[in-house]
């Protein structure tokens, strides 16, 4: 299932010559491509390739909005999942527009554009929320200090991650932890 030397370098080089004959789909991002897509290289040992075009989308990948692997613009509502999908995925890690960009393959801006008029809110919001979410499982379900939990979601600063945490939620993480520890007891 690996990919060979002369699939890999067909997708290094952009090689327009074998579009049509093989994609290649992104296990971490689940997106799949043409070999000529301009977008910045996978890992080898993220890909799969397919010669039949149907397949990566049976196995759930989506279309890359920038090469368009079938040949037809990508609507998107269909972008919008795989943004969703790498920012559930990949939260924990730092991870900027720019680096959305390239793991969503498009641009920086545009994707932040598409995103808010579709969603109504900012990529960096839902990535907020996802870590706020995860900050208060783990708040419950762990003895961590605040400062490791901010670290393990995502959040370098801590002073910044308990103003959103209370942003959020009306109370500190130290807080909320408490409260329902004690709720908890009764
Ligand atoms: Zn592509």
């Not at 002369?6 to 043409?34: H, L, Q």
């Not at 900050?135 to 419950?140: C, G, H, Q, T, V």
């Not at 393990?152 to 801590?158: S, W």
Request: aromatic residues 10%; glycine residues 6%; positive net charge.
């Amino acid at each position: 299932m690996s990919v060979t030397d002369i699939e890999w370098a067909a997708i290094k080089n952009n090689d327009k010559t074998y579009d049509g004959i093989f994609w290649y789909a992104v296990k971490s991002t689940k997106i799949f491509c043409r070999p000529s897509c301009p977008s910045k290289m996978p890992n080898r040992h993220n890909i799969t390739v397919y010669y039949d075009k149907n397949e990566p989308g049976q196995r759930g990948y989506r279309q890359c909005k920038r090469c368009q692997p079938l040949g037809e613009p990508v609507d998107n509502e269909e972008w919008i999942k795989t943004i969703n999908n790498i920012l559930e995925t990949k939260y924990a890690q730092k991870l900027s527009l720019e680096d959305l960009g390239h793991l969503a393959h498009g641009s920086p801006s545009y994707l932040r554009h598409v995103y808010k008029n579709f969603t109504g809110i900012t990529p960096q919001q839902r990535l907020i929320e996802l870590r706020l979410q995860a900050a208060k499982k783990e708040l419950l379900q762990s003895n961590l200090a605040i400062k490791v939990i901010a670290g393990k979601v995502g959040i370098e600063n801590v002073s910044y991650f308990i103003k959103k945490f209370r942003e959020k939620y009306g109370e500190s993480p130290l807080h909320y932890r408490k409260s329902h520890a004690k709720k908890s007891d009764s």
